[in-house]
């Protein structure tokens, strides 16, 4: 069964920094990879995603994320972070059944906190 | 782009009642939806897949009998929750797998939710 670790529970970021968010998977074939934003009391917006391709992605909102093979990790990461980006912010992983992702097995979240 | 509604959107309801909540992908059609649970800050758990024209397929440790899913066409896939009871009180969030691409082109898109308050 796959599962997903994002390690951190809070993080808190100044407005203007660089943030990175960790996000560990286990699968046993090709993981198809997601990151999600939830903003308090709302559904999931998908920030960007991954199967196959170039290890780095390109988002939404200028958000990327890099696939790690080696290390199982799909790190999210954006340069200059903004109050608007306070959140909740999830990673996926799904098993690829030929027409797209199953069902989503999520991270528990990670609460990103922005310092004026 | 592509729009899934979830509706009601909060519901309160007396303990022993039934809740049904709708989930409609509202431009393209979609032949598998999914049912996630969240509790207050938590994750989603994965409930269901629903699948158009046949019966769910419900994740370990979910009762059937219990939250009923229903897909009866390429646009509406319903969950019921009979007899609810205060610890069904929780966030009810759908996907709907968009059918109309190919291979990888069939990206999920999640409705807003539902706050389900059992008293």
């Known amino acids: 069964a796959q599962s997903v670790t994002q390690p951190d529970i809070h993080i808190t970021v100044s407005e203007g920094a660089s943030l990175e968010l960790r996000c560990n998977y286990s699968y046993g074939a090709t993981p198809y990879l997601f990151w999600y934003v939830q903003s308090p009391g709302q559904g999931l917006q998908l920030l960007l995603k991954?199967?196959?391709?170039?290890?780095l992605v390109q988002g939404i909102k200028g958000f990327e994320a890099e696939f790690k093979r080696s290390q199982s990790s799909f790190n999210l990461r954006k340069p200059s972070v903004h109050w608007s980006d306070a959140a909740e912010y999830f990673c996926?992983?799904?098993?690829?059944?030929?027409?797209?992702?199953?069902?989503?097995?999520f991270g528990k979240g990670t609460h990103l906190i922005i310092q004026p | 782009g592509a729009v899934v509604s979830q509706h009601p959107s909060r519901v309160i309801c007396k303990s022993g009642t039934s809740v049904k909540i709708e989930c409609r992908s509202l431009?393209?059609?979609?032949?598998?939806m999914f049912w996630y649970r969240q509790f207050p800050k938590q994750s989603l758990m994965l409930m269901a897949t629903?699948?158009?024209?046949?019966?769910?397929?419900?994740e370990q440790g979910v009762e059937k009998d219990k939250f009923l899913i229903n897909h009866a066409s390429l646009t509406l896939s319903t969950l019921t929750v009979t007899s609810a009871h205060p610890e069904d009180s929780s966030f009810y969030i759908c996907s709907a797998r968009d059918a109309t691409g190919a291979g990888l082109n069939q990206p999920q898109h999640f409705g807003d939710g539902t706050r389900l308050s059992i008293l």
């Open positions: 996926a992983v799904a098993p690829y059944s030929g027409g797209g992702a199953d069902g989503l097995t």
């Open positions: 991954y199967f196959s391709g170039d290890t």
């Open positions: 431009d393209f059609q979609a032949t598998t």
């Open positions: 629903s699948n158009e024209g046949s019966k769910a397929t419900y």
